[in-house]
């Protein structure tokens, strides 16, 4: 992990079209490269809105973010090249088969061909999919396409990638790998960003974690260093309810 | 490039996984155009062949006129003709009741004496005329006057049809007419006998001696005559073409919904190019779409009796307009595709409006026949432009040249589409927040 601010965020504010409570209110935030950078927060905290406008799929109200060291208003296109998101929802078209869906979404990367081929044989084969390489998506099962959904945004090799909720719904074994193939990536160099709703696997993961409540940053920092600056909390996920409290949130 | 014939290839994946609904997308316009064809078709037909339309006929005159129109109204083979009714001859007040009911269409009433009344104006008349050029001074006869006339009464079925009205009047005309002159003609001859009895009057009765021959010139092929259908089938086509918009912009939302599109718009590639690629294969949809439906007109409508479609010889012409004509209609579809948010609020939208479009580009009417205000507004809609770059190609034997203002007009209103579609895309964000 060096001290390369990769992500830098500044007063970043998001009032969606129709709402007057603003979904996020002014985060900042520096990510640093090689980092595996947990964005933590009950729903409807503003995760997804913050990823969302890294990303160019929403306009911010307000604030500012540069993503190695371009503007995300203006180099939207060049930052698109170098980066690569796992939404939320699995996006795939549901009547093509896996193969077809990362060879077309490999190609909106500008990757095609023989590399195209192997970048795919090696995605599916970390996921212990080569089998339904040629199943329609929508005769899969909610695990293939989580993972399926997961290979689609990394066959550019991004230098930053971004997940949202990666490990949701799905099972043990699925998400041990996930994990794996994520930490073995960061080893390679690549920055990840990722949402979760799991303490403990955010406790392990990351180097460090934002918690975010209401729009606000509430906590940031490395985790096991958290947890030992309030040693009363034992855990990441007590300390997380104690920042957040225990109220539901819609 | 190799992105656009990446999306081309997944677009056209997509339709082909879905062969039922593929197979709809073709067959449906072509059944459609046939079905249309043929119950107008038949309806017209009826209208000349068989004589089914009935007419009630009461005859108070019992002479000559009301005589010739009976014999008239039966050699136009378009009406039956009822005098009576089980037996009972069909009176004033009868034949009232059965069309206020609605059992008739039509009751034509020729008033007691009205022979009478013809045969003595036209007496006076011809005698005025021979006796004035016996006796052209101090004539008592010139000074006559015949003010009577006749009034035949046509009781209509209030529900009728107007060209089916029209149609009737214009017979009854033209027989009371014919029967006027040859009266005439007869009270001539009687009174010349009168007057030179070594006259002889011709033996041939008053025939009618000016006649109408319809010629419809259409290039060098002056025979193609235009039936409804040969009008007909490029408007339904076109109708069904435009239609593109419910499978077009479904594609678009549901792409949208299974997030999908959101994929992309985290990608470097441009939305246009997307959307291209889409127009790219229906576009090829449509051209299929219209030369089955043509292909329908050709070979299939004339095993049921219907005259072959004619399409003229343009080929190149033909293909060019059915290009930019899917164009427009994808274009249209784009621009509804990007705004509406709901499956419903697309379908609901491009149904009526391509409803609308097709009715005021006189698809339906022809646009002669509309109002004046309208007929200004059906040079607007494209599907008029379409309309009537086909019929020209098709029965007037244009050149692409005489058609480039309908493919001007097509293409300019494509890509004002496509434009409304990027201007909305970049002023509202990618996922409709
Ligand atoms: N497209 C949208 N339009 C309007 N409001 C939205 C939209 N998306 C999210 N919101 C609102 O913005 C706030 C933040 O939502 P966001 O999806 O960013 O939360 P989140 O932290 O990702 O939650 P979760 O853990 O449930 O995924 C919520 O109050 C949500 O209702
Ligand atoms: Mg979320």
Redesign the pocket.
């Known amino acids: 992990m060096s001290e390369k601010v990769i992500i830098e965020i500044r007063d970043l504010v998001k009032i969606?079209?129709?709402?007057d409570?603003p979904?996020?209110k002014g985060i900042s935030l520096d990510i640093f490269q090689g980092e595996i950078f947990g964005l933590l927060?009950?729903?409807?905290?503003?995760?997804?809105?913050?990823i969302?406008i890294l990303c160019g799929l929403f306009h911010a109200t307000s604030g500012s973010a540069r993503i190695d060291g371009m503007d995300i208003h203006s180099h939207l296109n060049e930052i698109k090249r170098i980066i690569g998101v796992v939404p939320?929802d699995v996006a795939l078209y549901p009547t093509l088969t896996a193969w077809e869906n990362l060879t077309f979404f490999g190609n909106m990367y500008g990757i095609r061909g023989i590399k195209l081929k192997e970048k795919i044989a090696e995605g599916l084969s970390v996921f212990g999919l080569e089998k339904h390489a040629n199943k329609k998506i929508a005769n899969c099962s909610g695990g293939i396409k989580r993972r399926i959904n997961l290979i689609a945004g990394l066959l550019h090799e991004p230098k930053v990638i971004f997940l949202?909720?990666p490990t949701v719904g799905i099972d043990v074994q699925s998400r041990v790998v996930i994990l794996d193939y994520l930490k073995e990536l960061n080893h390679k160099g690549t920055t990840v960003i990722y949402?979760s709703?799991y303490m403990e696997e955010a406790e392990k993961l990351c180097s460090r974690v934002v918690i975010?409540d209401r729009?606000t940053v509430v906590s940031m920092g490395n985790p096991r260093e958290l947890v030992a600056e309030h040693p009363e909390f034992k855990d990441l996920e007590n300390i997380f309810l104690h920042l957040t409290g225990k109220d539901l949130r819609? | 490039m190799f992105k656009f014939f990446s999306a081309c290839r997944k677009e056209s994946l997509i339709l082909i996984r879905d062969l039922a609904g593929l197979v709809m997308l073709f067959i449906m316009p072509m059944i459609m155009v046939m079905i249309l064809a043929l119950v107008q078709e038949q309806g017209w037909s009826s209208l000349s062949k068989d004589p089914s339309i009935p007419v009630l006929l009461v005859d108070e005159d019992h002479d000559t006129l009301g005589a010739k129109i009976q014999d008239g109204l039966k050699s136009s083979n378009i009406f039956k003709i009822f005098t009576s009714i089980e037996g009972k001859p069909i009176t004033r007040e009868f034949a009232k009741e059965k069309i206020a009911k609605g059992s008739y269409n039509v009751a034509v009433i020729i008033p007691k004496g009205s022979t009478k009344i013809i045969r003595h104006k036209v007496q006076v008349m011809v005698t005025q005329i021979v006796s004035g050029i016996m006796m052209p001074v101090d004539n008592p006869f010139l000074d006559i006057q015949s003010n009577d006339s006749i009034n035949i009464i046509i009781y209509f079925d209030p529900g009728i049809k107007g060209t089916f009205k029209y149609a009737f009047m214009a017979t009854m005309k033209e027989y009371s007419m014919f029967i006027e002159s040859s009266m005439i003609f007869g009270s001539f001859n009687t009174e010349l006998k009168k007057m030179f009895p070594q006259y002889r009057p011709p033996k041939t009765e008053y025939k009618e001696s000016v006649f109408f021959t319809e010629i419809f010139p259409a290039g060098k092929d002056e025979k193609a005559v235009p039936s409804t259908t040969q009008h007909n089938i490029p408007a339904w086509a076109l109708f069904a073409m435009f239609f593109i918009v419910i499978p077009m912009t479904g594609s678009m939302i549901k792409e949208r919904d299974e997030g999908s599109m959101i994929r992309i718009y985290t990608m470097p590639v441009s939305y246009f190019i997307i959307f291209m690629a889409k127009v790219s294969v229906y576009a090829v949809v449509c051209i299929i779409q219209f030369i089955l439906m043509m292909l329908a007109g050709k070979f299939i409508l004339p095993l049921a009796g219907i005259p072959s479609l004619t399409i003229g010889s343009n080929y190149m012409g033909i293909l060019l307009m059915m290009i930019v004509s899917s164009l427009a209609a994808l274009g249209f579809s784009i621009a509804v595709g990007t705004i509406a948010r709901t499956h419903q609020q697309a379908a609901a939208f491009g149904v009526v409006s391509v409803v609308v479009l097709s009715a005021l580009g006189g698809l339906w009417v022809p646009v002669y026949l509309m109002p004046e205000f309208m007929r200004n507004l059906a040079t607007w809609s494209p599907l008029n432009w379409a309309h009537v770059g086909f019929i020209d190609l098709f029965l007037r034997d244009a050149t692409i040249v005489d058609v480039i203002p309908q493919m001007a007009k097509l293409l300019a209103f494509f890509i004002v589409m496509i434009s409304a579609a990027l201007f909305y895309r970049r002023i509202n964000s990618p996922?409709?927040?």
Not at chain 1, 16 to 19: A, E, P, V
Not at chain 1, 41 to 50: M, R, W, Y
């Open positions: 969606y079209k129709g709402s409570e979904a996020i927060g009950p729903n409807g905290a503003g995760k997804t809105t913050t969302s939320q949202d909720e949402t709703h975010i729009g819609d | 996922i409709n927040s």
